[in-house]
């Protein structure tokens, strides 16, 4: 496609229930990064891929959330064990460049919501 | 620790006037800044890049400073206009760092 693609776009989960957000980026982009921003809140970064390297996890809350990204491409983010408090819309980004010089392109975000 | 902070949370301002919106950092030597713009339900939307030997820089109606000594940029959109209303969020990059850490927004309100 064109653009960043999440999915779900939408989901609810009972607590204590592990989830998956996936990540398509744009074809050729070489970074891709995670976030999560709460209602009416920044984005906190999660976690960001570059190519080959080992993946910046810094950002991570907790050990419940990993991420991975296959074949350089698409990009799982998995919550286990979910909270209330995990609820936020997840947002994956991808650029070409791998230092910043160039534009994040965004997808539209997961809305999860933990009940 | 550092903060990306930007100063208003919500900006309101008359039709035709110009937008100054503001984005302060302590603690990073940001190699590039960025500016976006993001919609309700929507994921962010680039609009200027700024790196940290350039002083300003336009587009169109935007006009982006950044002045490293104040730890600073500002972002102004003049002529403004009703469908200029949004959430204007600044990221930083650090100088030898890859990540993009973003500010909490300015949402801003142009009123017709």
């Known amino acids: 496609g064109a653009g960043v693609s999440q999915s779900p776009s939408n989901k609810v989960t009972e607590k204590g229930k592990d989830v998956e957000l996936r990540c398509d980026p744009i074809?050729?982009?070489?970074?891709l990064y995670w976030y999560r921003q709460s209602l009416g809140q920044g984005l906190e970064f999660l976690i960001y891929f570059q190519g080959n390297s080992a993946p910046d996890k810094s950002g991570l809350p907790s050990d419940r959330f990993s991420a991975e990204r296959t074949g350089g491409s698409v990009s799982t983010l998995t919550i286990q064990r979910t909270q209330q408090e995990d609820s936020a819309v997840y947002l994956c980004a991808s650029s070409l460049a791998p230092r910043g010089g160039t534009e994040a392109f965004f997808g539209q975000g997961t809305r999860l919501t933990v009940v | 620790s550092q903060k990306i902070e930007q100063n208003s949370e919500a900006l309101n301002i008359q039709e035709g006037k110009t937008a100054t919106l503001t984005c302060n950092y302590t603690n990073y030597s940001p190699a590039y800044l960025q500016w976006y713009r993001q919609d309700p339900g929507r994921g962010p939307v680039f609009l200027l890049l700024?790196?940290?030997?350039?002083k300003e820089k336009r587009k169109e109606r935007l006009k982006v400073t950044f002045d490293t000594t104040l730890k600073q940029s500002l972002f102004h959109i003049t002529a403004s206009q009703p469908a200029d209303s949004a959430t204007y969020l600044c990221?930083?990059?650090?100088?030898?760092?890859?990540?993009?850490?973003f500010g909490t927004g300015t949402r801003l309100t142009v009123i017709p």
């Open positions: 074809s050729g982009h070489t970074a």
């Open positions: 700024i790196r940290e030997n350039e």
């Open positions: 990221a930083l990059v650090r100088t030898g760092a890859n990540n993009l850490f």
